[in-house]
């Protein structure tokens, strides 16, 4: 069955420090994407990349970066330099194909408290 | 463009009683979606559309009903609310096409008691 794992419930860091958030996934399609959403404390998901399941090559969007290992199954999700604005819960998500549509599979989220 | 909107963002209702939920969106999106989303659990799919007049169930669709009259409204209903049913819903649409990304509503915050 298609899954999604983010073993790290809640993540604290201290401003400016670096942090990994862990994504793992089980698919049994050969073509999937990946995404990753934000929502912080207003509630709203904030849609922050999507990756097919074709390109490996690790993407980096200013502060943030992502590592796609389709051997290991990951897509893990770096913060550079994090920053109180960071706060928030971060969904690792996977396609799932249905119909001529297709849904997401959700993780449980990753709570990340950035202090100052 | 407002994007995906919800109606209403808070609702109390008491067991048994029932409500819908009103989703819009003006990007001309072919694909909606229902999901709710539970403490400590990612979103979970209720039900879906590919298109209007068209609908089907998702992962957790029991208690709920859906439809698609207007290619840019997705109702959902609930006929007889239960405590179970306290959730955030969440709304989102997607365009036609290959795994483009979902854009979200805001949310509805629903209490049942």
């Known amino acids: 069955a298609q899954k999604v794992t983010q073993a790290q419930t809640e993540i604290s860091v201290v401003e400016k420090e670096d942090v990994t958030l862990d994504c793992v996934y089980e698919?049994?399609?050969?073509?999937?994407?990946l995404f990753w959403y934000k929502q912080p404390p207003s509630g709203e998901l904030v849609f922050l990349i999507r990756r097919n399941s074709f390109d490996e090559q690790n993407e980096i969007s200013g502060r943030y970066s992502w590592n796609f290992q389709k051997s290991t199954s990951s897509f893990n999700f770096t913060i550079t330099a994090s920053q109180v604005v960071d706060s928030a819960v971060y969904f690792c998500a996977l396609s799932e194909a249905m119909d001529s549509s297709y849904k997401l599979i959700f993780g449980s989220g990753t709570r990340l408290l950035v202090r100052p | 463009n407002a994007g995906v909107t919800q109606t209403p963002k808070f609702r109390v209702l008491k067991t048994g009683q029932s409500m819908t939920l009103l989703c819009a969106q003006d990007?001309?999106?072919?694909?909606m979606y229902w999901y709710r989303q539970d403490p400590g659990m990612g979103l979970r799919l209720i039900h879906y559309?590919?298109?209007?007049?068209?609908?089907a169930k998702g992962e957790v669709p029991d208690g709920y009903n859906v439809s698609r009259l207007k290619k840019q409204n997705f109702l959902l209903g609930l006929e007889s609310a239960a405590p179970s049913q306290t959730s955030v819903y969440f709304c989102?649409?997607?365009?036609?096409?290959?795994?483009?990304?979902?854009?979200f509503g805001p949310g509805t915050r629903l209490t049942v008691t």
């Open positions: 989102a649409s997607t365009p036609w096409g290959q795994y483009y990304e979902q854009y």
């Open positions: 698919t049994r399609d050969t073509t999937y994407y």
């Open positions: 559309s590919v298109g209007e007049g068209t609908t």
């Open positions: 990007m001309n999106h072919e694909y």
